[in-house]
């Protein structure tokens, strides 16, 4: 089992690779994780530049998302939503739609920041972005408050519970991998996630 980490900081000693380093040490043996650092070359989307093949870095990071089995998303907040660079990412990953490489794969997003919420808003905002895109979010939240004094020397989150919620969030998201089909596809999104998916379609030349 492969899953992907994915941090909306651009920052190299951002609190949010931490914070998946930290998710890393709580995967169950058989689990495989592996973060993709090529956020910071992802050009803005442009329709008229999603043909194939698409940029580079857009497909690296398509192709990363296809072979993964699950997804954990980890984000600051800036200006009380998501990071620009991070949804501009997602809306690439969202691409060709329906059949992207994100539909039905289970998703989970936690975040840390340096203020007192740790995220919570840019978490939402993320995962409402990841259930539009057609994945398998998983519905809890994970915020990372003072996140400049949240770790310990060792990589793992100084707060026993913070750290016992983190593996939780973590065996929730590895818990949805078996649901894959048998020839490698992953199931139809439930009832009301079609239904938003139909509301989606409806969209003008410009909406992604």
């Known amino acids: 089992m492969l899953v992907l980490g994915l941090s909306g900081s651009l920052r190299r000693d951002s ?22 650092t090529g956020l910071e070359r992802v050009p803005p989307y442009n329709a008229d530049l999603d ?25 600051p907040e800036y200006n009380h939503s998501a990071p620009g660079q991070l949804k501009n990412a997602l809306d690439w990953a969202s691409r060709p739609f329906p059949e992207n490489a994100l539909r039905g794969k289970p998703a989970a997003v936690v975040g840390a ?43 793992s989150l100084r707060d026993p519970e913070l750290q016992s919620q983190l593996s939780e969030l973590v065996e929730l998201l590895t818990a949805e991998v078996p649901a894959r089909g048998r020839r490698g596809r992953w199931p139809r999104p439930r009832n009301e996630d079609r239904a938003l998916r139909a509301t989606c379609t409806m969209r003008s030349d410009d909406d992604i």
């Open 113 to 155: 920041s340096t203020g007192l919420f740790g995220a919570v808003w840019a978490q939402a905002e993320v995962r409402k972005v990841l259930g539009a895109i057609g994945a398998r979010v998983i519905d809890e939240e994970l915020p990372i408050p003072t996140a400049h004094e949240a770790f310990d020397s060792d990589g």
């Open 51 to 75: 043909g194939v093949p698409a940029h580079r870095a857009v497909e690296e990071m398509r192709a990363a998302l296809a072979r993964a089995d699950a997804l954990l998303i980890a984000t």
């Open 15 to 36: 609190h949010n690779r931490r914070l998946l380093a930290a998710a890393a040490r709580s995967f169950p043996p058989g689990v495989r994780f592996e973060e993709w």
